[in-house]
């Protein structure tokens, strides 16, 4: 048995007995005029490790309460620190938010002076779509802030992210230029060849598309850039589109096609503009 246990079950009895004592030893005392006899001796004996050992308890309460005391003002400390941290951490990552926005707004002006009849609708990318099949992502506006499908969407820069394929009343499926549904009319080069970046399967695995149906006579370089042809009218006109990573050949060798590297980081986009007006080039 230990001590808080002994404590708890013979205290009482304890007490009642060291009292006795007490008594004992004082009327003692006054029959033998102050001289200790025998019973004041051996309450001595008795009383003195009673004593100690109430002294032992007591500063054991008082060390047990000094570390409760210390932890818990240790904790509040602790949880005081934790908050101080996450909200440095959210001002910091709003910050770092404010700024990105602002560099993308005044790219934003810039494109807008450079197409000045582009109509813009701005909007958050909410998720992306996990099927290996496809290369789309959904945005946070809709039918009701005046989009439609087919739309085309593009970053603050003026590159082209892809295009609006379907539509709910807040919401809106992108998909992207690297999609296996891509089929934008494109100039390739300095001389503005036209072809088509068409969607492959193959090429979405690596993040790229196809740059095909060239011009009788035309050649493809790597390092060409690839802009929007306008024609259609399904895409602006100028809108960048990406470089030439690769020049290959189907299989028979005869016919050369692009592999056509996105301008836009796709994985790092956030944010993108749908443009819901432009001039249409005949």
Known sequence: MNFKKFLRRYGTRLGAMTLGVVLIVAVSAHFLGGR???VSDTAGIVKSPVQSAVGVVVDWFESLYGYI???????????????QLAEAQEDARLGAEARDENVRLRELLGL?????????????????????????????KGESSGLQVGMPVVTEAGELVGEISELGETWANVATVIDVSTNVGVLVGEAGNAAMAIGDFALMQDGCCKIYHLTEG???????TVLTSGQGGAYPQGLVVGTIENVLTEAGGQM??????PSCDLDSLSQVFVVTQFDVVE
């Open 256 to 261: 050369p096609y692009g592999v056509l590297r």
């Open 36 to 38: 200790a006899g025998v």
């Open 112 to 140: 807008k002076q450079r197409h000045s009849d582009f109509v813009f609708e701005s909007a958050r990318i909410v998720n992306w779509n996990s099927s290996n099949w496809t290369s789309s992502f959904t945005i946070s």
């Open 218 to 224: 035309t050649s493809l370089l790597e390092g060409d």
């Open 69 to 83: 005391y210390e932890y818990d003002m240790l904790v509040a400390e602790n949880e005081a620190l934790r908050t």
